[in-house]
């Protein structure tokens, strides 16, 4: 059973069936109650770029990502209202759960609820850890962006988030405004928490072993694989990434 031997420390209490028919179905049911069991310990994190507002043309992207071995999805769009974004999440949501892939809401915990999806992605400015986990409860996935901040992952960590984020690590379209982040902070981080550690900003094929090499479980991307003449072909190169690192 794939699961995320990094995740922190919440423990989650499950009644253990003795027969081997109730483990299986134990198994079964809780890979589709508790995502955190479906959480690899590492691999490419997408993100879905917000210059695309076709669904049609979004859903075909992700399906060659996801089949290409992305381990998690994050729809993240700026420019569609909320209904609009609400369809294409559903859309997503649906190709993610064939392919056993969690799927991750930006910012709206509304969005979330509303898709039934794998958890939430929250920033300094979205709503609070402790809104969204109330909200969406203990099974859902939680992440934080800590940008080079070691103390708010700590702190973040703390209160229940599930993984932490740092970067930009390099230039980037996607946030250029945000902190940059020096690599030596995902080893410290590596050493310091348990959790899975996610990297993100500018990554792409030239530069992200070095962020792996430092302690990152999972690299974000968006241009290198949306923008890839195959996206399929950029996500099986990133993702091997890992198979020969770790």
Same mark, same amino acid.
């Given at each position: &059973?794939? $699961?995320?031997?990094?995740?922190?420390?919440?423990?989650?209490?499950?009644?253990?069936? &003795?027969? !081997?028919?109730?483990?299986?179905?134990?198994?079964?049911? +809780?890979?589709?109650?508790?995502?955190? &069991?479906? @959480?690899?310990?590492?691999?490419?994190?997408?993100?879905?770029? +917000?210059?695309?507002?076709?669904?049609?043309?979004?859903? +075909?992207?992700?399906?060659?990502?996801?089949?290409?071995?992305?381990? &998690?999805?994050?729809?993240?769009?700026?420019?569609?209202? +909320?209904?609009?974004?609400? $369809?294409?999440?559903?859309?997503?949501?649906?190709?993610? =759960?064939?392919?056993?892939?969690? @799927?991750?809401?930006?910012?709206?915990?509304?969005?979330?609820?509303?898709?039934?999806?794998?958890?939430? $992605?929250?920033?300094?400015?979205?709503?609070?850890?402790?809104?969204?986990?109330?909200? !969406?409860?203990? $099974?859902?996935?939680?992440?934080?962006?800590?940008?080079?901040?070691?103390?708010?992952?700590?702190?973040?960590?703390?209160?229940?988030?599930?993984?932490?984020? @740092?970067?930009? @690590?390099?230039?980037?379209?996607?946030?250029?405004?945000?902190? =940059?982040?020096?690599?030596?902070?995902?080893?410290?981080?590596?050493?310091?928490?348990?959790?899975?550690?996610?990297?993100?900003?500018? *990554?792409?094929?030239?530069?992200?072993?070095?962020?792996?090499?430092?302690?990152?479980?999972?690299?974000? *991307?968006?241009?290198? *694989?949306?923008?890839?003449?195959?996206?399929?072909?950029?996500?099986?190169?990133?993702?091997?990434?890992?198979?020969?690192?770790?």
């Amino acid at each position: &059973m794939p $699961h995320d031997l990094r995740k922190n420390t919440r423990t989650r209490q499950f009644n253990l069936p &003795m027969t !081997l028919d109730g483990v299986k179905k134990f198994l079964i049911d +809780s890979s589709e109650k508790y995502p955190l &069991m479906k @959480f690899r310990k590492n691999g490419v994190y997408w993100l879905t770029p +917000s210059d695309i507002e076709d669904t049609k043309r979004l859903v +075909s992207l992700a399906r060659q990502v996801v089949s290409g071995g992305a381990s &998690m999805v994050q729809y993240r769009q700026k420019n569609l209202n +909320s209904s609009q974004k609400s $369809h294409q999440a559903l859309q997503l949501k649906k190709v993610c =759960t064939a392919y056993k892939v969690p @799927f991750i809401i930006n910012d709206s915990i509304d969005i979330a609820l509303a898709v039934d999806a794998d958890g939430v $992605h929250i920033g300094k400015s979205d709503s609070s850890l402790k809104i969204a986990r109330d909200n !969406l409860g203990d $099974h859902k996935i939680i992440g934080v962006s800590c940008y080079n901040d070691i103390n708010r992952a700590q702190d973040m960590l703390d209160n229940g988030a599930d993984y932490v984020a @740092f970067g930009r @690590f390099y230039p980037s379209q996607t946030k250029p405004e945000a902190p =940059t982040c020096s690599p030596e902070v995902l080893k410290v981080a590596g050493k310091q928490f348990s959790s899975s550690i996610v990297a993100i900003g500018g *990554i792409n094929l030239d530069n992200a072993s070095k962020l792996i090499n430092n302690g990152a479980t999972h690299i974000a *991307i968006v241009d290198a *694989i949306s923008k890839a003449k195959c996206p399929y072909v950029a996500t099986k190169r990133l993702s091997g990434l890992f198979n020969k690192i770790l």
